[in-house]
């Protein structure tokens, strides 16, 4: 499921969090400036380097993980991660997919609703 950017200045965050307890239900939320301790960007030579920063308390652990990415002015990447936490309260399993559209510069709206030129899979068996 793709969702377009709202029409707002960049940089920002627009995040969307679906749950089952909610139907998956759409629930949106702006956040400017960006929130960045999950992902770390560095601007180098006018490239932007992305590293996705997997959860400490996901499961799998990733011992091997991909490298940092540079997007050139104008590109965007999609980068997918999957998580199975243990929830404190009864010890039942919870389930996450986190997806990150990333783009370097200012993008069209409908942008992230097609096939990213870029995608790094990350998602894993959760047993």
């Known amino acids: 499921m793709s969702f377009a950017l709202p029409a707002r200045a960049a940089p920002l965050t627009h995040e969307i969090d679906m749950a089952e307890a909610d139907g998956f239900e759409p629930r949106e939320r702006l956040i400017h400036p960006p ?8 601007l180098l030579d006018g490239q932007l380097r992305v590293e996705l920063l997997a959860s400490a308390w996901g499961r799998p652990r990733r011992h091997r993980r991909p490298p940092a990415v540079r997007l050139a002015h104008g590109e965007w990447l999609r980068w997918q991660i999957n998580y199975r936490f243990i929830r404190t309260t009864d010890g039942d399993w919870l389930y996450r997919l986190d997806t990150l559209n990333l783009a370097h510069g200012d ?12 995608f790094i899979d990350e998602r894993a068996l959760l047993w």
Request: hydrophobic residues 30%; charged residues 30%; without cysteine.
């Open 35 to 42: 929130y960045r301790s999950e992902v770390r960007l560095r």
């Open 107 to 118: 993008v069209p709206a409908n942008t992230f609703l097609g096939e990213p030129p870029r």
